[in-house]
């Protein structure tokens, strides 16, 4: 079985469209989006019609839910502030429906999906420090752990000895002495310094991830952000991949 494995799209169609075209060649039999489809980005409710249609696990970022005006945004910067606000005013009500509806994690075939983090995912935390990967290990049992929400792609691994090792690779093989917390970067507004969208493949066969950097056309997307009077600083953002 071969997985596609996406997350913060962000709203941005040209990134979501170009790397749906890569997993178009990619024999993929499952298609799972772990959250943010919408904000920021110009293109919010495109985005979700293709999620709704495309994907048959989706589950619940916090800019999502942050759109259906459900989370307390006080500590959002500025910038995504008003991108909630302007978010949920062109949502439509079908779409808000669908995200009204969407599931915090998933569980199938020995694998876990979140958006954020496995403990406690409603309270939107980062695993960004070995601690943090080390207490999230223990908030599941299967043996990957796929995750979005800090827009970084990172493979980390604990084998049996409770060692952490953290890798930035494209490739991973999966052994039988590690279990695993993937992240799979972001489509629509990576921040690791590479604008490419990042999502994995997961063959379950070959026990083979592949991590996948795509371009779009970042220049089309950023002159829409503009046209739509979005702030300059997420218009550059996705050019400079920060
Ligand atoms: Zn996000």
Not at 195 to 213: G, M, N
Request: hydrophobic fraction near 35%.
């Amino acid at each position: 079985m071969r997985i596609a494995i996406i997350s913060d799209i962000h709203a941005n169609l040209e990134a979501l469209e170009a790397s749906l075209e890569k997993l178009s060649e990619e024999n993929i039999d499952l298609f799972v989006s772990l959250g943010d489809i919408v904000g920021y980005g110009v293109d919010p409710n495109k985005c979700a019609e293709i999620v709704r249609e495309k994907f048959q696990v989706s589950l619940l970022g916090n800019h999502d839910f942050a759109a259906l005006g459900r989370l307390d945004i006080s500590y959002f910067n500025p910038y995504a502030k008003n991108s909630v606000k302007w978010t949920e005013e062109k949502l439509t009500e079908v779409n808000k429906e669908y995200l009204e509806n969407l599931k915090m994690f998933h569980k199938e075939d020995n694998l876990y999906y979140v958006h954020s983090t496995p403990c406690k995912p409603e309270d939107w935390n980062y695993i960004f420090t070995i601690h943090d990967a080390r207490v999230n290990f223990e908030c599941f049992e299967e043996k990957v752990c796929f995750i979005g929400h800090s827009h970084q792609p990172v493979f980390i691994m604990k084998n049996q000895k409770n060692e952490i090792f953290v890798k930035n690779e494209s490739e991973l093989q999966i052994e039988d002495e590690f279990r695993y917390i993937i992240n799979v970067g972001s489509i629509g507004q990576p921040r690791d310094g590479n604008p490419k969208s990042s999502f994995a493949v997961y063959d379950t066969d070959e026990r083979l991830i592949i991590l996948h950097r795509i371009t779009y056309d970042i220049e089309k997307t950023q002159k829409k952000m503009v046209e739509a009077k979005i702030h300059p600083f997420l218009v550059d953002r996705i050019a400079n991949g920060r």
